[in-house]
């Protein structure tokens, strides 16, 4: 089959690879039929995250069943469903107690309590490294999704891939950022960027009763989508001080809730690049501490933006003396995933006005260039893996070693 495969930093090409197979009772064969590139696979790209050896990318797709394992009860071929992006048992303590990111069972190599560098995660997640499972993704013709009967929801008849496919992940993730703020209604929530993750944070926000949704992002067009899709007020941390005109919209108090929806490669300038280097860090905190500084005394911070190394001068004291509530991690998707196909169905929220690109999945390498890059005004990149494909120069197949 044809896949998007990660080499190395800065090299994914569309390769041929091995078909998937079914490798345990509980498996299932998926035809993808729609795909799509998250931020976080960006992190792989720059080798901020490691990955040592060749790897199918992707966590968010979706697609029809072509073969079942004999213990799977809960699907069968022909079935058209959409898969979150954490890989849950089902069956151990975590995923028992509503924390499937935290599955016991999922990543049997590098699973542990510590959340150590580069050993003891959590939950294995979709074409996210060996650290996190080394499960092949689905930015592919077709992929393996083990614990079938957990985590994969059959999807309408009615509804579009594109309606839906954002389900897998960047909705569920944008949900969590405010679930975890327990809004009560009327609360002013500043969301840091605005990407896939944050654009849906925005629409999130909304839906449980903020009364005002602040977008902030370096890149004015993507402000002028947030503008267009979800009706927000922006702010340019080019342009005008972040903090201090939070402040002055807030009646110098701050937002009752911020969020960190980009995580540790945000823009950068040569002093905070010299910073990381002198303090061997990986990439910046520097969204992180502006959300403290314009989050309100008593407040909550969420972050949904991946980080993966610590940092020096961490504010623990501006947190302590505000009083600030944070909340982090990966989505608990499954908490969420059917409420949330509710809200597309009975269409109270779109989630596909935020799609900029559609490509075949042949020309993943450059749906990956023009994301990285933020060229043609580029938000969101899906990808198509049996539409107007193109011929490749890999012919020999490439190992994916699972």
């Known amino acids: 089959m044809k896949a998007a495969v990660f080499h190395k930093p800065g090299d994914i090409r569309y390769d041929t690879v091995e078909d998937p197979r079914l490798e345990q009772d509980t498996d299932v064969i998926l035809r993808v039929t729609s795909t799509a590139i998250c931020g976080s696979d960006l992190h792989i790209l720059s080798g901020g995250v490691p990955q040592p050896k060749p790897m199918i990318m992707g966590h968010e797709f979706m697609g029809i069943v072509e073969e079942v394992g004999k213990g799977v009860t809960k699907l069968k071929k022909g079935d058209r469903v959409v898969v979150p992006f954490p890989i849950s048992c089902g069956e151990c303590f975590f995923c028992k107690h509503d924390a499937s990111p935290s599955c016991e069972n999922s990543n049997y190599k590098h699973y542990g309590p510590n959340g150590d560098l580069a050993d003891q995660k959590g939950a294995a997640l979709f074409g996210y490294t060996d650290l996190y499972g080394g499960y092949s993704g689905g930015q592919a013709e077709y992929v393996r999704v083990p614990y079938a009967d957990i985590s994969p929801r059959i999807v309408p008849d009615n509804m579009t891939d594109e309606?839906?496919?954002?389900?897998?992940?960047?909705?569920?993730?944008?949900?969590?950022?405010?679930?975890?703020?327990?809004?009560?209604?009327?609360?002013?929530?500043?969301?840091?960027?605005?990407?896939?993750?944050?654009?849906?944070?925005?629409?999130?926000?909304?839906?449980?009763?903020?009364?005002?949704?602040?977008?902030?992002?370096?890149?004015?067009?993507?402000?002028?989508?947030?503008?267009?899709?979800?009706?927000?007020?922006?702010?340019?941390?080019?342009?005008?001080?972040?903090?201090?005109?939070?402040?002055?919209?807030?009646?110098?108090?701050?937002?009752?809730?911020?969020?960190?929806?980009?995580?540790?490669?945000?823009?950068?300038?040569?002093?905070?690049?010299?910073?990381?280097?002198?303090?061997?860090?990986?990439?910046?905190?520097?969204?992180?501490?502006?959300?403290?500084?314009?989050?309100?005394?008593?407040?909550?911070?969420?972050?949904?933006?991946?980080?993966?190394?610590?940092?020096?001068?961490?504010?623990?004291?501006?947190?302590?003396?505000?009083?600030?509530?944070?909340?982090?991690?990966?989505?608990?998707?499954?908490?969420?995933?059917?409420?949330?196909?509710?809200?597309?169905?009975?269409?109270?929220?779109?989630?596909?006005?935020?799609?900029?690109?559609?490509?075949?999945?042949?020309?993943?390498?450059?749906?990956?260039?023009?994301?990285?890059?933020?060229?043609?005004?580029?938000?969101?990149?899906?990808?198509?893996?049996?539409?107007?494909?193109?011929?490749?120069?890999?012919?020999?197949?490439?190992?994916?070693?699972?």
């Not at 975890?180 to 840091?192: D, M, N, P, R, T």
Request: proline share 5%; with cysteine; glycine share 8%.
């Open 163 to 402: 309606q839906v496919l954002f389900l897998t992940d960047i909705f569920p993730t944008g949900w969590s950022a405010i679930d975890w703020a327990q809004l009560k209604g009327g609360e002013v929530v500043a969301i840091f960027g605005s990407g896939p993750v944050g654009l849906m944070a925005q629409k999130a926000a909304w839906l449980n009763g903020a009364s005002r949704v602040i977008a902030i992002d370096p890149l004015n067009y993507r402000l002028e989508r947030a503008k267009a899709v979800n009706k927000v007020e922006t702010l340019n941390p080019n342009e005008v001080d972040v903090v201090e005109a939070i402040r002055e919209m807030t009646g110098g108090r701050g937002a009752d809730v911020c969020v960190d929806a980009v995580g540790f490669e945000p823009e950068r300038n040569i002093m905070d690049k010299a910073k990381a280097l002198i303090n061997f860090e990986v990439g910046s905190m520097k969204v992180l501490d502006m959300a403290f500084k314009a989050v309100r005394r008593s407040g909550t911070v969420t972050i949904v933006g991946v980080y993966g190394s610590p940092y020096d001068n961490f504010p623990l004291h501006r947190i302590f003396d505000k009083g600030v509530t944070l909340k982090m991690g990966q989505a608990p998707v499954l908490n969420y995933i059917d409420h949330l196909i509710d809200l597309v169905a009975t269409e109270k929220v779109v989630l596909d006005d935020i799609i900029s690109h559609t490509l075949p999945l042949s020309e993943v390498t450059r749906g990956y260039e023009i994301f990285d890059k933020k060229e043609e005004d580029c938000v969101k990149v899906v990808l198509k893996p049996w539409e107007q494909q193109k011929p490749t120069e890999n012919t020999e197949p490439v190992k994916i070693e699972n």
